[in-house]
Structures are given as structure tokens and as C-alpha cells.
């Protein structure tokens, strides 16, 4: 059974930071890509950074420079630190692993408000 468990989120104030853990299990974790997503009220899901098993990143414009996606494949942990937040990253954050399939976890909330 594939599990993903995210967990970090909550309430922050702009320009503070948080980081995101994403746990996995049921797979082999070194051979996915992982990623993080976001979906924000009343709008689609869309994508925040990828990482590949091979350890390549790639990040949505709006958040390049603020955040960073890494992976420690020793822990199958997939991390995102995000810094100088704004209002506008409120949404929930899903953590997502592919290969042939793809998989998700239930989403964690960050909030940045003041």
C-alpha cells in the first residue's frame, strides 16, 4: 500500500518560512519522481517543484528563488523549504510521487497571513 504524509504546514506570517516533509512508503522511493503541488481555494491544482530521481529540479516561475525541493532517498523523504512567503502561497500542498503511476498524499494546509 502507497502512502504519502505530508506534514509542516500551518499558519505564517509574510515574508516567514516553513518547511515541508513528505514521507513515503509502499514504493521504491529512489526511482519516482516526487513533487509538490498546490491548490488554493476556488482555483486548480497546480504544479510548485519537481525533483527526479536523479536529482534534477524544476520550479513553477512564481516560486523560483524562494523555495527548494530536495529528496533524501535514505529516509524516502521528499522536502520543500520555502522562504519569504507571501499571501498568495495559501493553499494546500500535496506531495505527489510518478513513474508509470502516479500517486498522492492527502495535503497539508499553509496559511500566510498576518
Known amino acids: 500500500q502507497v502512502q504519502l504524509v505530508e506534514s509542516g504546514g500551518g499558519l505564517v506570517q509574510p515574508g516567514g518560512s516553513l518547511r515541508l516533509s513528505c514521507a513515503a512508503s509502499g514504493i521504491i522511493f529512489s526511482m519516482y519522481a516526487m513533487g509538490w503541488y498546490r491548490q488554493a481555494p476556488g482555483k486548480q491544482r497546480e504544479l510548485v517543484a519537481t525533483?527526479?530521481?536523479?536529482?534534477?529540479?524544476n520550479y513553477a516561475d512564481s516560486v523560483k528563488g524562494r523555495f527548494t525541493i530536495s529528496r533524501d532517498n535514505a529516509k524516502n523523504t521528499v522536502y520543500l523549504q520555502m522562504i519569504s512567503l507571501k499571501p498568495e502561497d495559501t493553499a494546500v500542498y500535496y506531495c505527489?510521487?510518478?513513474?508509470?503511476?502516479?500517486?498522492w498524499g492527502q495535503g497539508t494546509q499553509v496559511t500566510v497571513s498576518s
Open positions: 505527489n510521487a510518478q513513474r508509470r503511476t502516479n500517486f
Open positions: 525533483i527526479t530521481s536523479g536529482g534534477n529540479t
